[in-house]
């Protein structure tokens, strides 16, 4: 069965403290994996598509990575705004190529 | 706006009722999903189109969940008979291509059966 594991499942840093969320999968084909924003109240926001192992995407403080078994969600000296649950999805192969199965999310918490 | 659009943002109903759910996409997506998310949750696919058909819909948990698109732009989610674990956060989802999974979320449709 298809599985997202994300780890922790809540987060809480200094501002400017550097750290990494964790999003373990498992999936018969990875067409791609995915890592989304998501703000109370809000819907989520696309942040990274990753479709190899070795591939990396950066964007501002964050840096997505993906290995065979799992990937990694890099927050460099990180902002209050930053506060907010990441979510990570893959896409498999097997299914009929639409269905993205989410993980329960991380909640992150930066206080100034 | 230019964003995907969900009406009602809140939907309080007691169990039983019938309840439709809204979604008008970007404009341009010819894909359109249908997700729901409980508390703690990540988002469930529910179902998806391409056009106007339903291209997949094996995530719909049951018989009382159906869904249109009919011009293949605006959906409906409708709700059958609800339940009170029917309760959650139902979101839509638009985007370009079948296979992207770069999803343009609505704010979603928060439903609660009481």
């Known amino acids: 069965e298809d599985q997202v594991t994300q780890s922790p499942e809540a987060l809480r840093l200094q501002e400017g403290e550097s750290s990494s969320l964790n999003c373990s999968y498992t999936v018969s084909g990875l067409r791609g994996l995915f890592w989304y924003r998501q703000d109370p109240g809000k819907g989520p926001e696309f942040l990274f598509t990753?479709?190899?192992a070795g591939e990396e995407k950066e964007k501002e403080r964050l840096k997505a990575t993906l290995t065979k078994k799992e990937s990694f969600l890099h927050i460099t000296a990180p902002k209050p705004e930053d506060s907010a649950t990441y979510l990570c999805?893959?896409?498999?192969?097997?299914?009929?190529?639409?269905?993205?199965?989410f993980g329960k999310g991380t909640t992150l918490s930066v206080s100034s | 706006g230019a964003g995907v659009s969900q009406t009602p943002s809140n939907k309080v109903t007691e169990k039983g009722k019938y309840v439709e759910l809204r979604c008008d996409p970007i404009?341009?997506?010819?894909?359109l999903y249908w997700y729901r998310q409980s508390l703690g949750q990540g988002p469930e696919f529910l179902i998806y189109f391409q056009g106007t058909g339903a291209a997949d819909d094996s995530g719909l948990p049951n018989d009382r969940f159906f869904a249109v698109r009919p011009e293949g732009s605006v959906s409906t989610l409708k709700i059958q008979r609800t339940e009170r674990g029917d309760s959650a956060v139902y979101l839509c989802?638009?985007?370009?291509?079948?296979?992207?999974?770069?999803?343009?979320f609505g704010e979603g449709s928060r439903l609660t059966v009481l």
């Open positions: 999805a893959v896409q498999a192969f097997n299914q009929a190529g639409t269905a993205l199965i």
């Open positions: 404009s341009g997506h010819t894909a």
């Open positions: 989802a638009s985007s370009l291509g079948s296979f992207t999974g770069e999803l343009f």
């Open positions: 990753l479709y190899s």
